[in-house]
C-alpha cells in the first residue's frame, strides 16, 4: 500500500478514536506478525475507561501495547491481550446467568419475606404451581406490541392476449426478415452481403455467449476477450513482408502490432488462468487438459499438410476452426465445471493463433467459490473488501 493510503487509514482510526469507548481488533497475516494499527496516538485520543480488545495477540497484537494473555492500562485505558477468549466465555456466561436469577429471586423479597407476587408480569410467567395449585400455563395472553400491522397490496393480474401477442411478435419478424431483403436490393454487391451475413451471425452468437456467462466468471470473461482481441497480430503478420527485419515504415508498424498483440494474447490468458485458479481447492480432481494439445498439433498439421498439396483456399477452414474455439473459450464460462476447459478451448489453430494453458474446474454444487482475499475486518462502519496486501491491514474497530 502506498504512504498516502496508510496515512488515510491512520487518520481514519484517529477519528474513529475520539468517538468510540470499545475497540476490537482482528487483523492477522498468515505467516506473519499481525499488523500494528492502534498506535500510541491513538491511546492518547481514547477515554479513559475505555477498552482495547485485541483478538491477534496471539500474533503480536495489533495495537502497539498489547500484552500476549495480559491486561494493560495505559492512561486510564485498558488493553486486553488475552488468548484463551473461549475458555473464559464458560465462567463469563455462568456469571451473567447467576446475576439474572439472582435479581429475580430478590425481586421476590419484601420486608426480608419472600414473597410471591401473581401480578408481576415476570413471576407469572415463570411460576409454574403455587400452593398446590398448577398455574402454567397462564392464561393471560402475552402484551402485544404496537405494530403497524401492513396493508396487504392486491397486485391487478393483468390477463395476457396470446392472440395478440403471438401476431405482434410475428409481426415484428415479418418487418425485420423483409428489412433484410430490402438491404439486399438496395445493394446487391455480393461482398458487401457476405459481411453483413457473417456480421449478423457473430453479432448473434457473441450475445448469446456473452449472456450466458455466469456473474461469478465475469472477470475471466474480461481478460479472456482481451486476449481474444490480439487479433490484431493477425493483420500485422499480413503486413510483415517475409523478411527477418522490416525494411520500410509499414512493416516496422506491422512489427511492433505483432508484439503488442503478442503481449496482449499472451497476458490476457495467464491473467484468466490465476483467476480461475484462485477458484480451485486442493480436493479438486485431478485434471489432464493438456491432452487437448494434442487436438491442437493435429489440426495444425493437417492444415500444413493441407497447404504443401496446395490444396486451394483451405486457410477458410483453419479461421473457421479458430473461430469456433475463440467462441468456445466464452461459452466455456458458462458452467463452473467448463471453465477452465473453456479457456483451454481458446487455442488459436494456424498462423498467428494463441494458445492457451487453462484446466477444467471441478465445481461442488454445495461449495461457493472460494474468496482469495485475505481474513480482513472492517474499520468501525462497513468498508469494501480489498484483496491482497490492502485487505491484510484492516480490523474490526467498534
Avoid at 396470446?162 to 439486399?184: D, F, M, R
Avoid at 484468466?272 to 477458484?279: E, G, S, V
Amino acid at each position: 500500500m502506498s504512504p498516502e493510503f496508510i496515512k488515510a487509514e491512520m487518520d481514519l482510526f484517529a477519528q474513529q478514536c475520539r468517538e468510540v469507548d470499545i475497540i476490537i481488533t482482528t487483523a492477522l497475516i498468515p505467516g506473519k506478525p499481525a499488523p500494528k494499527l492502534i498506535t500510541e496516538e491513538h491511546i492518547k485520543l481514547l477515554k479513559r475507561g475505555s477498552v482495547v480488545v485485541d483478538l491477534a495477540a496471539e500474533a503480536g497484537g495489533n495495537c502497539v501495547f498489547t500484552v500476549k494473555d495480559q491486561l494493560v492500562e495505559i492512561d486510564g485505558v485498558k488493553i486486553i491481550g488475552y488468548t484463551d477468549f473461549p475458555s473464559r466465555l464458560g465462567g463469563q456466561s455462568s456469571a451473567l446467568y447467576a446475576n439474572n436469577i439472582t435479581k429475580f429471586l430478590t425481586s421476590m423479597v419484601k420486608d426480608n419475606k419472600f414473597h410471591v407476587d401473581l401480578n408481576d408480569e415476570v413471576v407469572s410467567r415463570a411460576i409454574i404451581t403455587h400452593k398446590g395449585q398448577k398455574l402454567w400455563p397462564n392464561p393471560k395472553p402475552l402484551p402485544m406490541l404496537d405494530a403497524k400491522k401492513k396493508e396487504v397490496e392486491h397486485k391487478v393480474v393483468v390477463e395476457v392476449d396470446p392472440y395478440k401477442n403471438t401476431l405482434q411478435s410475428a409481426s415484428a419478424g415479418a418487418i425485420g426478415l423483409c428489412s433484410l431483403v430490402g438491404l439486399g436490393v438496395l445493394c446487391p454487391d455480393p461482398a458487401f452481403l457476405g459481411m453483413v451475413t457473417t456480421f449478423s451471425l457473430a453479432v448473434i452468437a457473441g450475445y448469446q455467449s456473452v449472456w450466458s456467462v455466469k456473474p461469478a466468471l465475469h472477470t475471466p470473461l474480461m481478460s479472456v476477450t482481451n486476449a481474444i482481441s490480439g487479433l490484431t497480430a493477425a493483420g500485422g503478420l499480413l503486413c510483415l513482408g517475409g523478411g527477418l527485419l522490416p525494411h520500410t515504415l509499414a512493416q516496422s508498424l506491422a512489427a511492433a502490432a505483432v508484439l503488442v498483440s503478442s503481449v496482449n494474447i499472451a497476458g490476457g490468458f495467464v491473467i484468466t488462468k490465476r483467476m480461475l485458479d484462485m477458484f480451485k481447492r486442493p480436493t479438486d480432481v485431478k485434471e489432464f487438459n493438456q491432452f487437448y494439445l494434442g487436438s491442437g498439433g493435429a489440426m495444425m498439421g493437417a492444415l500444413y499438410a493441407a497447404h504443401v498439396a496446395a490444396v486451394p483456399h483451405i486457410y477458410a477452414m483453419g479461421y473457421l476452426a479458430s473461430s469456433i474455439c475463440c467462441i468456445g473459450a466464452i461459452c466455456g464460462l458458462a458452467n463452473m465445471s467448463t471453465a477452465r476447459l473453456g479457456i483451454f478451448t481458446n487455442e488459436r489453430l494456424g498462423p498467428g493463433q494463441r494458445r492457451s494453458r487453462g484446466r477444467r474446474v471441478h465445481h461442488h454444487p454445495r461449495h461457493e467459490l472460494p474468496r482469495p482475499c485475505a481474513r480482513a475486518g472492517t474499520f468501525a462502519a462497513n468498508r469494501r473488501g480489498r484483496c491482497g496486501s490492502a485487505a491484510r491491514r484492516e480490523g474490526h474497530l467498534h
